[in-house]
């Protein structure tokens, strides 16, 4: 009876690489490919290192939000928030580069350099209430959904911008993607209705 081969740490690694998109060393290692052999693949340009503890394979097609899935990777337990939620969700016009994230209040602060993250910190029931899963670049990454990313401009409008979050309450209406009912619980579940509800009912008055 012939022997059965293992396979190579090199086809391990780009077949485990082009099943989970982004993997941690850990992972890897953990699956029995050494740093030695990722490190190779980087110098053969088969494998890219967009930062330090991170592998994918090099020159996959990506979508833009790929930013949020390498930090998703680093901070499993962390949110994506705010104006990143907005981009997600088409609902601004903003392009910002920066990635927002929402980790708890004891959490520690990741060390990123890169993407660039902003930090913001959120109580137990907001890092819960309104909280989606998507895959991005097969990658599970959590990001609030489009009625809380909404409400949560008008918690963070001293940071964002009040302008900001009228221009995310109004693509949200107009797109359906956030309805007003939506709105208005996650508003109250957040204690913000007071502030939101003259602003709601004053699109919804104008677009009759």
Not at 31 to 57: H, K, M, N, Q, S
Not at 60 to 66: D, I, K, N
Not at 116 to 128: K, M, T
Not at 160 to 177: F, N, Q
Request: a positive charge.
């Amino acid at each position: 009876m012939p022997a059965i081969v293992a396979p190579s740490q090199r086809k391990t690694a780009l077949a485990l690489l082009d099943q989970h998109g982004i993997m941690r060393l850990s992972e890897l290692t953990a699956r029995g490919v050494d740093a030695p052999t990722l490190a190779r693949l980087v110098g053969e340009g088969l494998v890219a290192r967009p930062c330090r503890g991170l592998y994918e394979l090099a020159g996959a097609p990506f979508e833009l939000s790929h930013s949020f899935a390498e930090v998703a990777k680093r901070v499993p337990k962390g949110v994506i928030c705010l104006i990143s939620a907005l981009q997600y969700h088409g609902l601004s016009l903003q392009n910002s580069g920066t990635v927002w994230l929402a980790i708890g209040l004891k959490h520690r602060k990741p060390a990123i350099i890169y993407p660039p993250v902003r930090i913001v910190r959120f109580g137990d029931r907001a890092l819960s209430l309104g909280i989606e899963t998507c895959v991005i670049d097969k990658v599970p990454v959590r990001i609030t959904a489009p009625a809380r990313s909404v409400v949560d401009c008008f918690r963070y409008r001293t940071t964002v911008g009040l302008d900001v979050a009228l221009e995310a309450l109004r693509m949200g209406i107009r797109s359906g993607k956030a309805k007003p009912d939506q709105i208005a619980a996650q508003a109250r579940a957040l204690r913000i209705w007071s502030v939101i509800r003259p602003y709601l009912e004053g699109l919804l008055a104008d677009e009759g």
